[in-house]
């Protein structure tokens, strides 16, 4: 292993191992400097008071470092909202945010965070003691247990990180697809944002329950060694439960393929947002590569667990994907499948063409779905005003025009 320039923050316990293996310590050194960097969240090696003064001045020769990412700017919305600008060694930066009592995205997952999202979702289906006798029925009795035993607020922290500088997918409604794409970011990077973020707000897993989304800048697929990587650092140095994990995809077909073997994996959402080939090739180019009937396939042929749903995201926009036939479309698509969506009303944004639909024209979007049989929630919009909400990072720094709604 090269010494030089190494961040403790993305090494795996075999890989301190070898560190410190490689420094003529012993291999108890490993678990003390991942306890610093993960759990601690230590900014620099000096201040690992587990280690020798000798070992730290090791470190530091050989160009170690935490590697814990620094906050630039905090941008706070009315609602609680935070958003981060992160700022990385080489000066890049990415967009973090922090949702106090998160967006409802987990709602109907199957997932403990999503029975407790459940709960609080706009338009919530009914949820009678009666037999369930259709899956939106079948999924609010899911929830009950949470209800009985949780608080209102407790567990519904949601962090939403990042996986590239820019993005390359360019969805036609995403502010961040103006940025394209300047580089992934490493599995440490990607961690690091956690890490900061915890830190910031001083909550410390898994003591305080927090659900995390990989849903920020970039396409996690298209950096997915770093982005499993980083999952399951997550997991095992951070303790974030994979349960209370999602990752997002814009539909890299190949790796949703990929994804369904591995064994530490998040949630999986797909990003939909159109009914047609043609209405989503004209929204999201990459459409021309995984058209629909790929992307359908490989949803079908996706393996979930016990009490997991595939989570489809779809983004409307007034007058273009939100209309009646586009809504019976979607169910023809999904019909069959163990499946739920999100509605995401279109967070506006400037160089952006599309507008947000009215409340409803939403609503009857989310009627025709759920009476088709498809369990469909309304993802409630957070951080608006300061540029955090779904589709809004692009590392905007002024913020006096940005619209609250």
Known sequence: ????????LGLDRAELASLVESLGEPAYRAKQL????????????????TLSRELRGKLAEKSVSVGLP???????SQDGTVRYLIAFADRQSVETVWMPEGDGGEAGDGSEAGELAERFA????????AKASSPMEAIAALKRRAIQRQGQNQGRSTICISSQVGCAVDCQFCLTALLGVKRNLTAGEIVGQVCAVLKDQNVSPPEDRINLVFMGMGEP????????KAARLLVEEVSIAERRMTVSTAGIVPRIHDFGGVTIRPKLAISLNASNDT?????MPLNKKWNLEM???AARAYPLRTREWITFEYVLLGDVNDGPENAREVAELLRGMRCKVNLIALNPGPDIEFTTPDAEQVAAFQKILRDAGIPAFVR???GRDIYAACGQLKRTVEIATAPAL
């Open 122 to 129: 706009e338009n919530s289906p009914n949820s009678s003691g």
């Open 279 to 283: 209405l989503r090739t004209r929204l």
């Open 70 to 76: 620094r906050i630039e700017k905090r941008f706070v």
């Open 221 to 228: 697929f298209l950096n997915y060694e770093n982005f499993i």
């Open 380 to 382: 409630r919009p957070r």
């Open 34 to 49: 991942a306890e610093a960097a993960y759990r601690q969240r230590v900014e620099s090696v000096e201040e690992i008071s």
């Open 1 to 8: 292993m090269a010494l030089s320039h190494i961040s403790l």
């Open 295 to 297: 992307l359908m396939a």
